[in-house]
């Protein structure tokens, strides 16, 4: 998907909650990679846009969450998407491991409420993965937020990742290793 494409379907999704007779918002704080193509654009496209969703903790019993999963689904169909092509997956893991930044609202669609965090906090997440494919995003979150040293960034995952045991269990010291 690239930032155009994001935001239709984000336009979309927003329209079809309104339709379906949602008037709360849905809000939702954007991480992975449509945050570093909409914020950092040091890429083109992105597989699917993730996002945690700040006020559905218990998505098996909230009925908002089954009627975002629904119009999920409806984009989906429409426009030929994956089924999660907007992926809420991290959100109980990254509740879990720390607290979660309450963004700044950049745009709305409908009652969707899109929240960015702080860069910091990609880069943390970023970090912590430690995948391959994060590589080019580790170096750019780097490079726009100043982080020269292996402290500084161990700073930063220690503010939003506090848990020393999950660090390790991330192999964060081989990661901060490769880049400082």
Known sequence: MQAREIENYLAQLGQELVDR???QPVRMLLIGGAFMLLQVQNRLMTDDVDVVLTDIEDTSVSLLYRQ???AVQAI????????NWLNDMMGDALRENGP?????LWRTFGVIELYLPPKEYIL?????AGRSKDRA?????????????RQQAQSLVDRYIPN????????????LEEFF
Do not use: E
């Open 21 to 23: 007779g949602v008037r």
């Open 68 to 70: 975002l999963n629904s």
């Open 76 to 83: 989906a169909r429409q426009y030929g998407l994956k089924g």
């Open 100 to 104: 979660l930044p309450s963004g700044t």
């Open 124 to 128: 943390v997440l970023k970090l912590m």
């Open 137 to 149: 995003d580790i170096r750019s979150l780097c490079q726009v937020l100043q982080i020269h040293d």
């Open 164 to 175: 020393k045991q999950l660090q390790q269990l991330s192999d964060l010291d081989d990661t």
